[in-house]
């Protein structure tokens, strides 16, 4: 695709574009490259002193995603991000924080981690409630339920066969896939793991990284 003249500057000219501020400083909070594509998230600090998170994302698609589902959900006061600006790849967001769930999981008393999972699927629930509210899910597209994505799960019963050294059962793969197949109805987020929410100082749980979200 073709790359927009932002896109080809620095992130921190990137985020003073988003911003009008002067970068004070910056860090990588999780890998300067998380992933294969070039995914990676910046924490900002601005010449004012405040902190944002600069997200890039390597598929403009996904971008939107993200950018559509922060827009509406902090417009209700979900458990999200707040989104302050989007140009292409780039998502600027408001900086939580605190560790993230998989950082305090089983850290203290195990009544202490019941709670604080009890929070986490509470604030799911609360974000599912106010996506079905607002009829967020009529903007989005399905997400995993393609017939490509039910095969490449099946596809993993064999790999499992390999690594385990097992021998693998016939397998009815039209009645695997007929079970995998779903109408979408609801919007989710589909990759809601520990490592995705952060656990703020009041106990709340945020949820962030939405880029993978859609109607299941």
């Given amino acids: 695709r073709a790359v927009g003249a932002l896109e080809l500057k620095t992130p921190q000219n990137i985020f003073t574009n988003l911003t009008g501020l002067k970068v004070s400083k910056f860090s990588f909070p999780g890998l300067k490259r998380r992933d294969k594509r070039g995914n990676f998230v910046m924490l900002i600090t601005a010449c004012n002193g405040i902190e944002y998170i600069l997200s890039f994302r390597s598929s403009l698609k996904l971008a939107s995603v993200e950018e559509i589902a922060l827009r509406n959900l902090s417009k209700e006061s979900a458990p999200v991000p707040k989104l302050i600006n989007r140009t292409g790849s780039w998502l600027l967001q408001e900086y939580i924080s605190g560790p993230r769930l998989s950082e305090v999981l089983g850290r203290g008393k195990l009544d202490q981690s019941y709670d604080i999972l009890e929070t986490a699927i509470s604030s799911l629930l609360q974000i599912q409630d106010l ?31 390999d690594v385990s050294n097992s021998s693998l059962p016939k397998l009815n793969e039209e009645q695997i896939n007929s079970v995998l197949t779903v109408k979408p109805t609801s919007f989710v987020k589909w990759d809601a793991r520990p490592g995705n929410a952060i656990l703020t100082k009041n106990a709340k749980v945020i949820w962030f990284d939405w880029e993978h979200c859609g109607c299941r």
């Fill in 131 to 161: 996506a079905r509210k607002i009829g967020l899910g009529k903007h989005m597209k399905p997400i995993c339920n393609s017939h490509a994505w039910r095969n490449e799960r099946t596809g993993w019963l064999t790999s499992l066969a």
